[in-house]
């Protein structure tokens, strides 16, 4: 699942950069962010399982 989510954060990153439609630059924007959010949570897991 990692990979996947790896394969589709480069995708929207790649649409982003050159995308010319507002609307659809924001919404490429929220879903790197969820992503992002995503990744964020599931490192602080980690490293508060580490420190137990």
């Given amino acids: 699942m990692q990979g996947d989510a790896k394969e589709r954060w480069l995708e929207l990153c ?3 950069a050159v995308e010319q ?5 924001l919404q490429l ?6 992503l992002l959010e995503e990744k964020e949570n599931r490192l602080s897991e980690l490293r508060r399982a580490k420190h137990s």
């Avoid at 924007?29 to 969820?34: D, F, K, L």
């Fill in 21 to 25: 439609d507002p609307e659809k630059l």
């Fill in 29 to 34: 924007m929220q879903e790197i962010s969820r």
């Fill in 14 to 16: 790649e649409k982003a």
